[in-house]
């Protein structure tokens, strides 16, 4: 049986993409090759620890949509299908993984640290896999060929300590949140 949405699923839903979106405008610019520096994977482990499975991944889509149908909600301003089909494309693409990781453990095992930290690590690992993937194909499509230490070495290897700090900084948001969000987490 399918379950219907209530008005503070809803809220819930778009304040998480508002949050994504918020998240993704606050960027340290790097030099280029790399990426600029977001909160975003921040966003998505707070909302998914915080809403769990149906209503994280729900945000994140509704983020996704959003900034392909040229909203720009992504990190410098940019929307639109380029922006999702670029070479990071497949790292907007795999917060969904990430949302789904962190909202299933949390929504089964509970929000305590011990639960949360991992599977915030297992999410984004995923991400990275699949967001790598996708810019060693898109890469070598437009730029020419490119190695997986390459691109983890642009995309990848840069971000793993700020990662870890919004990991633990997401965490310990969310135990102190889920109080306040706890009446829109019920089934």
């Given at each position: 049986?399918?379950?219907?949405?209530?008005?503070?699923?809803?809220?819930?839903?778009?304040?998480?993409a508002a949050l994504l979106a918020v998240c993704a405008w606050i960027t340290l610019p790097?030099?280029a090759p790399l990426v600029p520096f977001t909160l975003q994977t921040f966003g998505v482990?707070?909302?998914?620890?915080?809403?769990?499975?149906?209503?994280?991944?729900?945000?994140?889509?509704?983020?996704?949509?959003?900034?392909?149908?040229?909203?720009?909600?992504?990190?410098?301003?940019?929307?639109?299908?380029?922006?999702?089909?670029?070479?990071?494309?497949?790292?907007?693409?795999?917060?969904?993984?990430?949302?789904?990781?962190?909202?299933?453990?949390?929504?089964?095992?509970?929000?305590?640290?011990?639960?949360?930290?991992?599977?915030?690590?297992?999410?984004?690992?995923?991400?990275?896999?699949?967001?790598?993937?996708?810019?060693?194909?898109?890469?070598?499509?437009?730029?020419?060929?490119?190695?997986?230490?390459?691109?983890?070495?642009?995309?990848?290897?840069?971000?793993?300590?700020?990662?870890?700090?919004?990991?633990?900084?997401?965490?310990?948001?969310?135990?102190?949140?889920?109080?306040?969000?706890?009446?829109?987490?019920?089934?």
């Amino acid at each position: 049986m399918q379950q219907k949405l209530s008005i503070r699923d809803l809220a819930l839903i778009s304040t998480g993409a508002a949050l994504l979106a918020v998240c993704a405008w606050i960027t340290l610019p790097l030099p280029a090759p790399l990426v600029p520096f977001t909160l975003q994977t921040f966003g998505v482990c707070l909302l998914s620890a915080l809403l769990g499975t149906r209503r994280g991944v729900s945000a994140v889509a509704v983020y996704l949509l959003l900034g392909g149908v040229g909203i720009p909600v992504f990190s410098g301003f940019r929307g639109g299908a380029e922006a999702l089909l670029g070479t990071t494309g497949g790292y907007l693409l795999g917060f969904l993984f990430t949302a789904l990781i962190v909202g299933l453990a949390a929504d089964r095992f509970g929000r305590r640290p011990k639960t949360l930290i991992p599977a915030m690590v297992l999410g984004l690992a995923v991400c990275y896999a699949f967001g790598t993937a996708w810019f060693v194909t898109v890469y070598a499509r437009t730029r020419g060929p490119i190695g997986v230490l390459g691109a983890l070495s642009m995309c990848v290897f840069p971000y793993l300590i700020p990662d870890a700090l919004k990991i633990a900084v997401a965490v310990i948001l969310a135990g102190r949140l889920e109080k306040y969000v706890r009446g829109g987490i019920a089934a």
